[in-house]
């Protein structure tokens, strides 16, 4: 197997630098720095609408050995943007000469407590993968998105550990250009903190965060009929 | 009985356009009163993830675009109706724009439905669905997904029925339709 020099990640979340996407993305991808691969990054929200961009990200996919693609579950699959991304990577494919082919994986969070939620976006993160003769090294998935997300992953402490560990496992086997071995899966899928836990602290979240706006009484408004 | 109907197809998708057609004889034969929206025609912001939908502004987008004509017409709709090129075994681009920003029809607040977590409904009015997905040729992988797809949006938007049909290139027009009569004849069943 060759090896890897160049790893890309792009995020795949609107909110860009505050996103859990990112900062989980980013964890594993400091860890791939620290086995000597040379790192960059993009926010594929902020290239897609125009024409500069896009091309801009189509040259840092065709430069890149290994991409990691960091995106959010939306209603059940993968944002529109970050489809909007594999649609411009597969038709710039379909006409390019390239025969490169290049590492992907892909980290995959929902705001929902359990990990399964994500299992038909890695799936099609996967064909796209064989579609356009990509290398496919798998897909880290996990529920409880909506803990991270502005906290970072750093500062969630001790109740990601499995998280970590599991990125640990997955930089080492992805830096070797090797497939994302099961037991990184398994630890990166595991929950964070007790279902019931979550959901409670959820739902307290939400009526916080519409008490700053005055909305808390207008929770569950219908504002269409 | 109302009708919308949301093609994710670009416009030069010869297949979309004869299925587009043939629904909207159908379903007029039906005396379904139909809304079509060719979302390529439309520009529409991106979903940002602010939430401003659930927190800010509960079930309206604070993005003031052609989604709220597109979310309030689902309110009121009986059926919903995706037109889409199974991509990667998924929606389009151009549909998941509109999907990804009709979630101020739901609540924010988490539920447990058949064990698993989903968000509450915001309506009680409850719509159907029918997922129409093309394809060049058979491919078993790609369609399981997608249908698997169809029944979980299905979930978490609280559809009142589902269906995804499969159109394949060159598949002879007289074959959908039936399959599609008798989806929309067993929505009926439900109203």
């Known amino acids: 197997m060759s090896k890897l020099k160049k790893v890309l990640l792009l995020v795949g979340s609107p909110k860009t630098t505050s996103s859990a996407s990112f900062s989980i993305g980013n964890n594993l991808l400091l860890k791939l720095e620290d086995k000597g691969l040379s790192i960059d990054k993009e926010f594929v929200y902020r290239l897609i609408r125009k024409d500069d961009g896009q091309q801009k990200l189509l040259k840092k996919v065709d430069d890149a050995d290994l991409i990691i693609l960091s995106f959010p579950l939306y209603v059940d699959c993968l944002p529109a943007g970050v489809i909007k991304t594999l649609e411009l990577i597969r038709d710039h494919k379909e006409l390019s000469q390239d025969s490169k082919k290049h590492a992907f994986a892909v980290i995959i969070n929902c705001g929902f407590p359990e990990t399964q939620h994500n299992f038909v976006a890695g799936k099609i993160c996967k064909i796209f993968s064989e579609e356009v003769g990509f290398d496919w090294k798998g897909a880290l998935m996990l529920g409880m998105g909506g803990f991270i997300a502005g906290r970072g992953l750093k500062n969630v402490g001790r109740m990601t550990k499995n998280i970590i560990h599991g990125f640990d496992i997955a930089a080492t086997a992805l830096a070797k250009n090797e497939i994302i071995p099961e037991e990184a899966i398994e630890l990166v899928g595991k929950k964070i903190m007790p279902y019931t836990l979550y959901i409670k602290v959820g739902n307290l979240g939400w009526n916080s965060q519409a008490k700053k706006f005055g909305t808390r009484k207008k929770m569950k408004d219908r504002p269409y009929l | ?191």
Request: glycine share 4%; aromatic share 10%.
């Open chain 2, 1 to 191: 009985m109302k009708a919308l109907i949301l093609d994710g197809c670009k416009k030069d998708n010869v297949e979309s356009a004869m299925i587009h057609d043939s629904m909207i004889k159908e379903l007029k034969k039906l005396n379904w009163n139909i809304n079509s929206i060719i979302l390529e025609d439309i520009e529409l912001a991106y979903c940002t993830g602010c939430f401003g939908c659930w927190v800010q502004t509960p079930g309206e987008c604070i993005i003031k675009d052609y989604q709220e004509t597109i979310v309030r017409e689902m309110v009121h709709s009986d059926l919903i109706i995706y037109i889409t090129p199974i991509t990667f075994g998924g929606y389009s681009s151009i549909l998941k724009e509109t999907l990804d920003r009709q979630i101020s029809r739901v609540l924010p607040y988490f539920m447990k439905i058949d064990g698993e977590v989903h968000h509450d409904k915001r309506y009680e009015k409850q719509q159907s669905l029918i997922a129409i997905g093309i394809l060049d040729k058979p491919d078993n992988e790609q369609e399981e997904i997608f249908k698997t797809l169809v029944a979980r949006n299905s979930i978490n938007m609280w559809s009142s029925y589902h269906n995804a049909i499969i159109f394949l290139k060159n598949q002879d027009i007289s074959y959908f339709i039936n399959i599609f009569n008798k989806s929309v004849a067993e929505v009926e069943q439900l109203l």
